[in-house]
């Protein structure tokens, strides 16, 4: 976690990461270093996400400035999903940082990723897919959208994209819809744990 440390406090200006640090925060973070704590079986690395949202809200404007070099399949979904999770709280403190940066990465997770492949091994404890990366595009863009001050009217369209690429995801299924309605003490889960609703 101390290359994201370093990579977060590197200033704006230098387009290369310092001597023996990755390039991007995903290359210090692929296949050899997913957030798995191999030292002790398969258990996650909590501290990892955690300290990385942490860095968000210490840092929000920096990080929505390298959020793109999250944008990747090869890292764990967690990682991401933490940072979309600690961008929301940060609309409604009104802190300094590009909204829009932020709702480029909820598009790209609509759009490039699926809800239920599972990435890496399930340890028991994380099952890591994408799909609460989605949940967590869909709460920040509802968050952003009620706070007006924030939006400018000319640039409409490029939250109009992630808002409809958030609506038309492909899961849940009219399928798995139906499944969720067969209880009804499971419609209150279908409404808070699928994407669709929350856009």
């Known amino acids: 976690m101390s290359r994201v440390r370093a990579y977060f406090d590197k200033p704006s200006s230098e387009s290369q990461a310092p001597t023996g640090l990755p390039s991007s925060p995903a290359e210090g973070f692929g296949a050899q270093d997913d957030g ?10 909590v501290s990892h ?6 860095w968000v809200t210490d840092n929000p404007q920096r990080a929505s400035e390298v959020l793109d070099q999250f944008l990747t399949m090869e890292l764990d979904p ?5 940072m979309l999770d600690a961008f929301q709280p940060l609309l409604r403190d009104k802190a300094d940082f590009d909204v829009y940066a932020v709702a480029r990465a ?5 759009e490039s990723t699926d809800a239920i492949t599972t990435v890496g091994e399930d340890d028991g404890w994380h099952r890591p897919t994408w799909n609460w990366a989605h949940m967590s595009a869909a709460r920040y863009m509802a968050e952003l959208m009620l706070k007006t001050e ?5 640039r409409a369209d490029e939250l109009f994209l992630v808002v409809r690429a958030i609506c038309y995801l492909p899961h849940p299924t009219e ?3 139906a499944s969720y ?6 419609y209150a889960s279908f409404a808070l744990n699928t994407p669709r609703p929350v856009a």
């Open 175 to 177: 399928e798995e819809e």
């Open 36 to 45: 798995r704590d191999r030292s002790s079986g398969s258990q996650p690395r």
């Open 181 to 186: 309605k067969k209880e009804s003490s499971r």
């Open 150 to 154: 924030r939006l400018d009217l000319k």
């Open 78 to 82: 967690i990682f991401l999903t933490s």
């Open 49 to 54: 996400w955690r300290t990385l949202a942490q």
């Open 106 to 110: 909820a598009h790209w997770v609509a």
